[in-house]
């Protein structure tokens, strides 16, 4: 993709992080999309009318010995809860004699990551009989709003901050004004806003040409 990119002419700089003023010289050059998530377009753009609900995920990662007939995948239908073997897809995740698998746990708000993690070591208890001895590594985590858009009752993708921000700015991202599910959410704001910051270009280009074509006619 990085290739096909650069043979289009695109320039790719990684690493670079973007602050406000620089954001304010790139939009005077021509339009700019800004694919970050919502919070951080809300500093970047310094505009606090660009939020959303988002949910809070606790996440576990494990590495397990392996056993046979674990399962591939363990769905909580008691509580929101979901545990995955990604190795049973791609062996590579891990080395050989072990398995990778991955649970997230969504918390009500004011529940704690300890909450969602207890809840996940109860579905392995049920899921993967014998996991605590099989343990080989571990690691948890809390994902704070990195698990796309939540539209309380009521409201709809359409209420979302709207992708033209005007003045040349468009937002791409899972928390945007474009229909999908997560990360479909930001492929469709991308292509939306893509689209939309081409139109301005071509109107920005077709409006010099004109000047220009004046000021030759005034010359
Ligand atoms: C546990 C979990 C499981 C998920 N599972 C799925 C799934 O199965 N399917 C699915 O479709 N989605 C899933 N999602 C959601 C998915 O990860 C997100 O919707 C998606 O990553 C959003 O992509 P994005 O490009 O809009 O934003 P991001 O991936 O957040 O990318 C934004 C980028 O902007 C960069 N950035 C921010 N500020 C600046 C700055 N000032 N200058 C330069 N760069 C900046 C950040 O570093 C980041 O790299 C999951 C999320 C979680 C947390």
Redesign the pocket.
């Known amino acids: 993709m990085a290739a096909r990119a650069w043979n289009l002419s695109v320039r790719i700089e990684t690493a ?4 406000a003023d620089t954001l304010g010289t790139l939009t005077r050059q021509g339009p700019v999309i800004v ?3 919502l919070d ?2 809300r ?2 753009l310094r505009d606090p009318s660009l939020t959303w609900d988002s949910g809070r ?1 606790a ?1 576990i990662d494990l590495a397990l010995r392996t056993r046979r007939g674990d399962a591939f995948a363990v769905s909580d239908l008691d509580a929101p809860g979901w545990i995955e073997r990604f190795t049973a897809q791609d062996r590579t995740l891990a080395p050989a004699g072990q398995q990778l698998v ?1 649970g ?1 746990f969504p918390l009500a708000p004011g529940e704690s990551r300890a909450i969602g993690i207890a809840r996940a070591e109860e579905l392995l208890d049920l899921g993967h009989p014998g996991w605590r001895e099989r343990t080989v590594w571990r690691r948890e985590a809390l ?1 704070s709003g ?3 858009a939540v539209d309380r009752p009521g409201t709809t993708w359409r209420d979302r901050p709207a992708i033209d921000r005007g003045n040349g700015i468009y937002l ?3 928390q945007v004004a474009a229909p999908g ?6 492929f469709n ?2 292509i939306e806003a893509a689209l939309l910051a081409l139109k301005a270009s071509e109107s920005r280009n077709t409006a010099r040409t004109s000047t220009a074509g004046l000021d030759l006619k005034q010359g």
Not at 16 to 19: E, G, I, L, W
Not at 181 to 186: A, F, K
């Open positions: 670079a992080r973007v602050d694919a970050t998530s951080a377009a500093t970047l995920t996440l991955q997230q994902a990195r698990t796309g791409a991202g899972d599910l997560l990360s479909e959410v930001s704001s991308g």
